[in-house]
T-cell receptor, first 118, second 113 residues
Framework: KAGVTQTPRYLIKTRGQQVTLSCSPISGHRSVSWYQQTPGQGLQFLFEYFSETQRNKGNFPGRFSGRQFSNSRSEMNVSTLELGDSALYLC?????????????????FGPGTRLTVL | GDSVTQMEGPVTLSEEAFLTINCTYTATGYPSLFWYVQYPGEGLQLLLKATKADDKGSNKGFEATYRKETTSFHLEKGSVQVSDSAVYFCALTPEGGNEKLTFGTGTRLTIIP
């Protein structure tokens, strides 16, 4: 099976702009999660989507949003970019189902999108 | 809330040395525990996992045992190679779970030939 793919791989924006990142999960995976990785804060959970619904959310401001489509592909959007939004944004997919009761599901990560805000 | 504390890096070892990277966690009940590895310029790859107490995860010569009594999940390898140079992250998901991975700060490992 093909792995998790993310596009674009690199992005340069200026402060105040907005950006949209895309993630295609592993075929058959319905759960997609997003993480932000920075040298200062490490890896932080942004949100998770399942069947087009946001199921979990981390502690990020409302400028960070996402959505999931019926084919499980997901996008995240950051509006009014700030310098501190420069980071590697990682997407992960898992086969976890609707009830989320299985303890054995593993998240598989994509290569990330490197966002630089100038 | 949940948290993961990882051994501070960087760690530099000679090839064929023994590796231990310490990881302890704080969480309610029985979380699932993971080690992920990140090679330069890449995303995270799952190295191994354990989902219940006393389970041992293993892969590519790496091992870690889920110790509930000490809330630990230390990563070990008997003989490291140059190709093991990477950043290693300990992580957990809560019991009964949601998909939110809580990560440690990462340990950069460099192996010298």
């Amino acid at each position: 099976k093909a792995g998790v793919t993310q596009t674009p791989r690199y992005l340069i924006k200026t402060r105040g702009q907005q950006v949209t990142l895309s993630c295609s999960p592993i075929s058959g995976h319905r759960s997609v999660s997003w993480y932000q990785q920075t040298p200062g804060q490490g890896l932080q959970f942004l949100f998770e989507y399942f069947s087009e619904t946001q199921r979990n959310k981390g502690n990020f401001p409302g400028r960070f949003s996402g959505r999931q489509f019926s084919n499980s592909r997901s996008e995240m959007n950051v509006s009014t970019l700030e310098l501190g939004d420069s980071a590697l944004y990682l997407c992960a997919s898992s086969p976890r189902g609707a009830t989320g009761l299985s303890p054995t599901d593993t998240q598989y990560f994509g290569p990330g999108t490197r966002l630089t805000v100038l | 809330g949940d948290s993961v504390t990882q051994m501070e890096g960087p760690v530099t070892l000679s090839e064929e040395a023994f590796l231990t990277i310490n990881c302890t966690y704080t969480a309610t009940g029985y979380p699932s525990l993971f080690w992920y590895v990140q090679y330069p310029g890449e995303g995270l790859q799952l190295l191994l996992k354990a989902t219940k107490a006393d389970d041992k995860g293993s892969n590519k010569g790496f091992e870690a045992t889920y110790r509930k009594e000490t809330t630990s999940f230390h990563l070990e390898k008997g003989s490291v190679q140059v190709s093991d140079s990477a950043v290693y992250f300990c992580a957990l998901t809560p019991e009964g779970g949601n998909e939110k991975l809580t990560f440690g700060t990462g340990t950069r490992l460099t192996i010298i030939p």
